[in-house]
């Protein structure tokens, strides 16, 4: 049985059409991280070459966002592993 506790959801492993939504919004949490990871760049260029503070504070936010996105990830990865063993 999968159990994805964040969603609320209790499949047994024919549910297919499902575990692929899962899959698709686990793919799109990786997706965004990289998307967020790519934004910042601009601004870590403007703060280490030019010195420029306010680029560094949009960097520190933006890695506060990838830190906040990275954990659910790694709870989503953690949940899938877990629920393989049972």
Known sequence: M???????LHLGKNDFYINYLLL???MKNFNQLK?????IEGDADKFFNNGNAAA????RKGL????TLAQEIRNEITAAKNDAKK
């Not at 506060?64 to 830190?67: C, G, L, N, P, W």
């Open 2 to 8: 999968y159990i994805y506790p964040i969603l609320g």
């Open 64 to 67: 506060q966002e990838i830190k």
């Open 24 to 26: 698709y919004l686990n």
């Open 56 to 59: 560094g504070t949009r960097v």
């Open 35 to 39: 998307d967020l990871l790519a934004s």
